[in-house]
């Protein structure tokens, strides 16, 4: 262990959960299942996570859209209560052994996995290491979250609080500052996620710019 609370990235403690349980109203259909270059948007997650990640858990309440997919399938566990990216996280911390989790929704094409790397460093220390973008804005859906969380965010429901970033104060947490983002990813693409019909072409886009400069 270092100073600064660093440790080398090793997948034998830490698991990845893939969040796939909303609506995706402003879609009309999954998120997860858009076509990127015939390979639907959570194919392509899996498969650039699993470069890290030795057990990759899908929490969604559909899980026979994912079953021809390398990974555990998980529903909600709080299901009386509201449904939420809390309930998800829940859900996938409870199934899986692993200590540390990465949590991400299902809709982020670009994940960066320098990025990810680093933030698996500080994972064993603090309850959770979650990305900070700017005044109050977090990225709580790229984040590490440790297993202490679950009892934590079992209180906060209970309470009827569902924002994610609404139980930090309980938390030790290592936030990622914006220097430090843009080490690895200057152009935030990590955080870019997919709720319109426009959001899909823009993404379409520019995964067709990076596979023309590559």
Request: aromatic share 12%.
């Amino acid at each position: 262990m270092t100073g600064n609370k660093e440790l080398e990235f090793s997948n034998d403690c830490r698991g990845a959960i893939i969040l796939a349980g909303g609506d995706s109203k402003r879609l009309g259909r999954p998120k997860a299942l858009l076509d990127f270059n015939g390979r639907t948007l959570i194919s392509l997650m899996v498969g650039r996570l699993e470069k890290l990640f030795s057990e990759i858990t899908v929490v969604t309440d559909r899980p026979e859209l994912y079953s021809d997919l390398p990974v555990q399938l998980t529903g909600d566990l709080m299901k009386k209560e509201e449904k939420s990216p809390l309930r998800g996280i829940h859900a996938g911390l409870s199934f899986s052994s692993h200590p540390f989790q990465f949590v991400a929704a299902c809709d982020m094409p670009f994940l960066n996995l320098e990025l990810i790397q680093y933030m698996a460093r500080f994972a064993p220390f603090y309850d959770a290491v979650v990305p900070h973008v700017g005044e109050g804005y977090y990225q709580p859906l790229h984040a590490f979250y440790k297993r202490s969380c679950i009892d934590i965010i079992e209180r906060q429901v209970n309470r009827g609080r569902f924002k994610v970033s609404e139980f930090y104060s309980h938390l030790e947490i290592r936030f990622i500052t914006l220097p430090e983002i843009t080490r690895f990813d200057p152009d935030q693409q990590s955080f870019i996620n997919i709720n319109t019909w426009e959001d899909y072409e823009k993404a379409l886009e520019m995964m067709a710019g990076r596979e023309e400069t590559s």
